[in-house]
């Protein structure tokens, strides 16, 4: 079967790095993508990864492993804003999107 | 560009009534759009696939006599809950399919309280 993990739920500090972690075992593999959602709101776009290696995006990151299955999202100078969900989602061979239950992180000040 | 809106944002019925969510894709043609659905505290669940002009696909558990879906333009596809019952309540988020394979925008989603 198909299967996506991360953790369910983190917290960290303002100001400080915190690293989602998503691994994933599907049938085929084309791309993985982080999103972000708020309470009560439609996910918003972050990443999409389908190469292995790190894609930097302003205070966000996203790594790709494909040959461990791995994916990660670094969130660095973490402000009261970034308190959300964090889905990780692999579409698979038929293109379609496979969705991991969410990180919900807390942010304390 | 690539914004997609959902009518009504929130809607409270009735239960037993129908109730019609329309998902609009306003600077693009989208072919294929996606009905999730999603109950609090847990992630996405796709409903079905949707395909402009032809029947839509439905997942696995998903009643498609219950929750119709129409798609009838490159622009516009409806999501209509019959018959709607308490446990239908829930977050109904729909999302069109871009140019490229892994393009996919969501729309703000519509809350549904069927009381």
């Known amino acids: 079967g198909q299967n996506i993990d991360q953790p369910t739920e983190m917290t960290a500090t303002e100001g400080a790095i915190v690293q989602i972690n998503c691994t994933y075992q599907t049938s085929g593999f084309n791309g993985l993508f982080w999103y972000q959602q708020h309470a009560g709101e439609a996910p918003t776009f972050l990443s999409y990864?389908?190469l292995d290696g790190l894609e930097e995006k302003g205070r966000f990151s996203s790594f790709l492993s494909r040959s461990k299955g791995y994916s990660y999202l670094l969130l660095k100078e973490l402000q009261m804003k970034d308190s959300a969900s964090y889905l990780c989602?692999?579409?698979?061979?038929?293109?379609?999107?496979?969705w991991g239950a969410g990180t919900k992180l807390i942010i304390k000040p | 560009g690539a914004v997609v809106s959902q009518h009504p944002s929130w809607v409270i019925c009735k239960s037993g009534t129908s109730v019609k969510i329309e998902c609009r894709s306003l600077d693009f043609q989208a072919t294929t759009m996606f009905w999730y659905r999603q109950f609090p505290k847990q992630s996405l669940m796709l409903m079905a696939t949707s395909n402009e002009g032809s029947k839509a696909t439905y997942e696995q558990g998903v009643e498609k006599d219950k929750f119709l879906i129409n798609h009838a333009s490159l622009t516009l596809s409806t999501l209509t809950v019959t018959s709607a019952h308490p446990e239908d309540s829930s977050f109904y988020i729909c999302?069109?399919?871009?140019?490229?394979?892994?393009?996919?925008?969501f729309g703000p989603g519509t809350r549904l309280t069927v009381t």
């Open positions: 990864n389908v």
């Open positions: 999302s069109a399919k871009g140019l490229a394979e892994y393009e996919q925008y």
């Open positions: 989602a692999v579409l698979d061979s038929n293109y379609q999107l496979i």
